[in-house]
């Protein structure tokens, strides 16, 4: 734990008293001295903050019969031919929700991440485990006849297959859309391609290279350095949750239709949907310059397209990102700080600047603009006095909207996001325990399905039987034929 970051019984406490902000002051609305806000920022023991009985702050199922019906996709069976991240993430979703997600993988080799970045030898990575939960894993060779056969079994057994294989590989299974929908009318087919129909419909693509297509990139970083990729994978796992939410919606309207449809999420088109404020931008900027923008405060002129902006909100409220108590030891004692016009008043009174409040120079946003580095600079001095979680329990009591730049350390060890299934330990036969990002979509009647990734082909056998129909010495002859075993490995030249 980094020394700033105190430890999680203070972290709890501080978190608890954000949320029990008094009303007195709520009430009076007014803001604190300097001194009488420092004063709160020592730590109190506080009753248990209350949450709902199942602890996710979600009301409890219901007792009557719609409550107790299972989890929201319970009946779903999912054709999962998805590889490395997009659409994993899209399957896995699904399975959390109760969907029987069938993951086929090549006998012998499976999805490449399960050997990709391992941290413990001849385990599946965790590339691979945090993708693949509550899911089944069956191996097929697609390329031979056996495998085809039972791949059309399965076509026909299942309401949506989910694909993100590069463009055309399903088609050179023999899978076209003409072919599946012929032998399943009702099947959805849900496939995430880098690029929709246009100049680079036959590319490959992996995230970054999304990131870089889709206008995220040009828009990240500081105006002074190169583009730059973000930590969140929205290419990948961004188009996965859009893919998921278009199978919901085929599934809605198969419902009155009976007939299934494909569904595209390029990864161009879906990054750029979570980088849509910036074409905003782009509009405004052919109309003058972008004056929430610290380069327009700096006097630096904007060029034709929308520039990189550093820290800056992407909103109407500008915000920036400051330093904290213990910043140079700790590369995380950072907060998040946004001047919200409507709580200037109560900013100026915490950092301790109250003629702010009526200077025409500060006392409206308009006027801020060209000075925001300055502000901020104030601001900065002011938490470097305090931890990020004591700043984030001072700024809120005040209504300051703000927030501390957590690690990944420290997330993974929060517990109020293990309380709410957020974060989940999960126990695996060959890696022992580990953690996982549970569903991050909460359902009262459906409580996620969060288990471990199944090992290479682990229920082949048991698909075969029970889902398939298959007999003992069909099962027999299917495996002589090598449509689901690993190919012999050829003997060595003497
Ligand atoms: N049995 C037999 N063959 C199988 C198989 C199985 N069970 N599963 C896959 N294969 C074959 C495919 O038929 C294909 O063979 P072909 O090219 O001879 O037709 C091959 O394995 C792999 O396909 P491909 O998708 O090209 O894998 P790749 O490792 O070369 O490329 C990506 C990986 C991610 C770049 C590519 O799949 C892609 O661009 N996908 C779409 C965009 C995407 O989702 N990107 C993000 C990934 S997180």
Not at 395 to 402: A, E
Not at 410 to 415: D, G, H, S
Not at 420 to 439: A, F, I, M, Q, S
Request: with cysteine.
């Amino acid at each position: 734990m980094p020394a700033s970051a105190g430890t999680n019984g203070e972290r709890q406490e501080i978190k608890m008293a954000v949320r029990k902000k008094t009303k007195s002051s709520k009430a009076k609305g007014k803001p604190k001295s300097r001194a009488a806000s420092k004063k709160v920022v020592k730590l109190k023991a506080k009753k248990p903050a209350k949450t709902t009985a199942n602890g996710n702050g979600l009301p409890k199922p219901s007792s009557r019969p719609y409550g107790q019906a299972g989890r929201a996709l319970d009946g779903l069976r999912i054709l999962d031919f998805t590889h490395v991240q997009s659409g994993p993430t899209c399957t896995q979703l699904l399975a959390y929700m109760g969907a029987d997600v069938i993951k086929v993988e090549r006998p012998g080799a499976g999805d490449i991440t399960r050997g990709q970045l391992r941290d413990v030898p001849n385990a599946d990575s965790l590339y691979f485990t945090m993708l693949n939960g509550s899911k089944r894993s069956i191996t097929i060779d697609s390329k031979h006849p056996k495998g085809m056969d039972i791949l059309n079994r399965l076509i026909k057994t299942c309401d949506v297959l989910v694909e993100n294989f590069a463009p055309g590989a399903l088609d050179r299974m023999g899978l076209t859309w003409d072919y599946i929908h012929k032998h399943n009318p009702r099947m959805i087919v849900a496939s995430v391609k880098g690029f929709g129909p246009g100049p680079y419909e036959d590319c490959k693509v992996y995230e970054n290279v999304a990131q870089c297509a889709g206008g995220s990139a040009s828009t990240t970083g500081f105006r002074e350095g190169p583009p730059l990729i973000t930590g969140a994978q929205i290419g990948d796992s961004g188009t996965g949750l859009h893919l998921a939410l278009g199978i919901m919606a085929a599934l809605y309207q198969r419902n009155r239709t009976g007939r299934g449809q494909k569904v595209l999420c390029a990864m161009q088109d879906g990054v750029l949907n979570l980088a849509r404020v910036k074409l905003r931008d782009q509009q405004r900027i052919e109309k003058g310059p972008l004056t929430e923008y610290s380069q327009y405060g700096e006097g630096v002129p904007f060029g034709k397209a929308v520039p990189r902006a550093g820290n800056d909100s992407g909103g109407g409220q500008p915000g920036w990102i400051v330093k904290c108590k213990g910043w140079e030891n700790d590369p995380d004692a950072y907060l998040y700080f946004i001047t919200q016009a409507p709580v200037w008043n109560e900013i100026c009174d915490v950092i301790g600047e109250p003629t702010w409040k009526t200077d025409p120079e500060y006392a409206t946003p308009k006027a801020r603009l060209p000075k925001l580095k300055a502000i901020f600079a104030r601001i900065e001095q002011f938490t470097m006095t305090m931890t990020k979680f004591e700043a984030m329990e001072l700024f809120n009591k005040h209504d300051i909207p703000c927030g501390p730049i957590l690690s990944m350390k420290e997330i993974a060890e929060e517990q109020s996001l293990r309380a709410t299934g957020t974060v989940v330990e999960v126990d695996h036969p060959v890696r022992g325990k580990y953690l996982t990002v549970g569903n991050p979509i909460k359902l009262s009647d459906s409580p996620a399905d969060v288990r471990r990734s199944p090992l290479l082909g682990e229920h082949t056998e048991e698909i075969l039987s029970k889902v398939l129909g298959y007999n003992g010495s069909q099962i027999a002859e299917i495996k002589a034929s090598g449509a689901i075993t690993a190919p012999k490995k050829e003997e060595k030249a003497a």
